[in-house]
């Protein structure tokens, strides 16, 4: 069965960064690519970024763009999202899924992040 | 970037009775693979989404047949032939053709 689990939310002030993971089972980062979409509290969905599973293509959502990167922590076979220069409007609950060719599946629990002084 | 849009947001239905919800986009949704990549997510409240439907019309392993999708081109429709209590929730449509990949902006079900 295809699952993620997310992890690293926390609370960080304004201008600050923070880094959360996607961890895989029932499938590979070495096959799959995988997605970051973020909920507000009380809000809709908003997709954030995407990595090919070899890493040689990636987007970005413009709000994000230049603040946020995915990187690979192979040696734990996971997937980061790291988030610098946080704003108020980037607090959210982040979920990764694994990418399915034009959709994503396997949504995790989520990780609460709240930019915050 | 592909702007997807929901009717209505707010959807009392009766028990028993069918639903449907519509979501246009503000572009073609044919990939240069030639198909049409748009799903559709269920979220429960305090649960993470869950799709529904794939590439329009694809129903997920355990999504009850009662839920289908259909639509073309810039017009797509999700519907629920007999609402039952554990459909109340939100859904949204997204489209994964177009980078950035967006939502709709979500339907609420409720139960009148």
């Known amino acids: 069965q295809v699952q993620v689990v997310e992890s690293g939310g926390g609370v960080v002030q304004p201008g600050g960064s923070l880094r959360v993971s996607c961890a895989a089972s029932?499938?590979?980062?070495?096959?799959?690519?995988i997605h970051w979409v973020r909920q507000a509290p009380g809000k809709g969905l908003e997709w954030v970024a995407f990595t090919r599973y070899d890493g040689t293509d990636e987007h970005y959502a413009d709000s994000v763009k230049g603040r946020f990167t995915i990187s690979r922590d192979k040696s734990q076979d996971t997937l980061c999202l790291q988030m610098n220069s946080l704003r108020a409007e980037d607090t959210a609950v982040y979920y990764c899924a694994k990418d399915e060719r034009g959709t994503v599946a396997g949504w995790g629990q989520g990780t609460l992040v709240t930019v915050s002084s | 970037d592909v702007v997807m849009t929901q009717s209505p947001l707010s959807l009392p239905v009766t028990l028993g009775q069918p639903a449907s919800i519509s979501c246009r986009s503000s572009?073609?949704?044919?990939?240069?693979?030639?198909?049409?990549?748009l799903s559709w997510f269920q979220q429960r409240p305090g649960q993470s989404p869950r799709r529904l439907i794939y590439?329009?019309?694809n129903r997920d392993s355990g999504v009850p047949d009662r839920f289908s999708g259909s639509g073309s081109g810039t017009d797509f429709t999700l519907k629920i032939s007999r609402v039952e209590a554990e459909d109340v929730g939100v859904y949204y449509c997204m489209q994964g053709t177009h980078w950035p990949w967006t939502f709709g902006q979500g339907t609420k079900v409720e139960i009148k």
């Open positions: 590439k329009v019309s």
């Open positions: 029932g499938f590979s980062f070495n096959t799959h690519g």
């Open positions: 572009q073609s949704l044919v990939h240069s693979d030639g198909k049409i990549h």
